[in-house]
């Protein structure tokens, strides 16, 4: 069986034809263009010229931000962006089994069928980027919840005190170390995490600071989702991630405090395998598991 992935972004459109085992058989990376009509034609140009390299029936997948509908045939829900993706029936369009989900889901996909969540039962992975989104699996199911919203971590509050991010909650997880707020969290001295980062490397004390800051915000976050949902993995994923040990060992050193070890138990917390083609190979492989094609 083979399948083809779609993840479309604000920036660009990135599709991929992969086969059961995950192997990417074709792929193509286009611009997204501004207006409606031009990004929906990119989408069925690159879903016909992924088909081309497809020996068998296959299904379709489309990864994109968002909350989808109850039956996971459009995004219900992304405004200001994407202007017109709302309510589009991309199956229609398409003429294929298709079947949409939002981003963060199609990346935990991707995990868990060919990457570090595979041998999971139960397993939450958590974006860290611009923003902080995520998704859940519950016995090998992707968890959407009432009204398909399930997943977004970042608005979980570490601080009740704090300024209310989009959603209105105060002192969220994303406020806390999202990319978006690193200028407002640093009074102005960072533009960005990468530039902070650079001045930590110099052993700059106040980048120190608002670093380990936020990581302390992650690691009460990641408790817990632990003590909520008891997951064997947290996957970490998103451009943050890029940080590497930097990153992961102060990590570690507040899950040492904070996490509840009920009879020795330790959640395993480990970077994602996939990176820039996480979302198309994700919605592809969720393709493959939930749509049925009649021979």
């Known amino acids: 069986m083979q399948a083809i992935g779609i993840d479309l972004g604000g920036t660009r459109i990135k599709g991929v ?8 058989l074709n792929e193509v990376i286009t611009k997204t263009k501004e207006e409606k009509k031009e990004w929906i034609d990119d989408v069925k140009s690159t879903v016909n010229k992924l088909a081309v390299n497809s020996s068998e029936k296959y299904t379709v997948g489309l990864s994109a931000p968002g ?33 949409v989900i939002n981003d963060a889901i199609a990346a ?5 069928a060919f990457g570090t969540a595979r041998d999971c039962e139960h397993a939450v992975l958590i974006t860290i980027g611009t923003g902080v989104g995520g998704a859940i699996m519950i016995d090998k199911k ?35 170390i999202g990319n978006y707020s690193i200028l407002s969290r640093s009074n ?43 997951p064997e993995k947290v996957i970490l994923a998103g451009g943050i991630t890029h940080a590497g040990d930097v990153l992961m060992d102060p990590l570690r050193n507040f899950m040492d405090q904070y996490e509840w070890r009920a009879g020795g138990n330790q959640l395993k917390i480990e970077f ?17 598991k939930n749509i049925k094609i009649h021979e």
């Open 17 to 24: 034809l992969i086969n059961d085992k995950g192997l990417i």
């Open 67 to 99: 909350i989808p509908n109850k039956n996971n045939t459009a995004i219900a829900f992304l405004p200001d962006r994407l202007q017109g993706i709302e309510g589009f029936i991309w199956q229609e369009m398409l003429s294929k089994p298709t079947i």
């Open 108 to 112: 935990l996909s991707a995990e868990a």
């Open 142 to 176: 992707i968890y959407q919840g009432a009204f398909q919203k399930a997943g977004h971590i970042g608005h979980m509050s570490v601080n009740m005190e704090g300024n209310p991010d989009i959603c209105g909650m105060p002192g969220s997880l994303e406020e806390a």
């Open 188 to 230: 102005g001295r960072f533009k960005d995490t990468m530039e902070l980062l650079e001045s930590l490397k110099n052993n700059d004390a106040g980048a120190k600071n608002i670093w380990e800051k936020s990581i302390k915000a992650l690691a009460v976050g990641i408790a817990s989702i632990s003590n909520i949902l008891s």
């Open 272 to 288: 994602a395998t996939f990176t820039d083609k996480a979302g198309a190979i994700g919605a592809a492989a969720y393709s493959m």
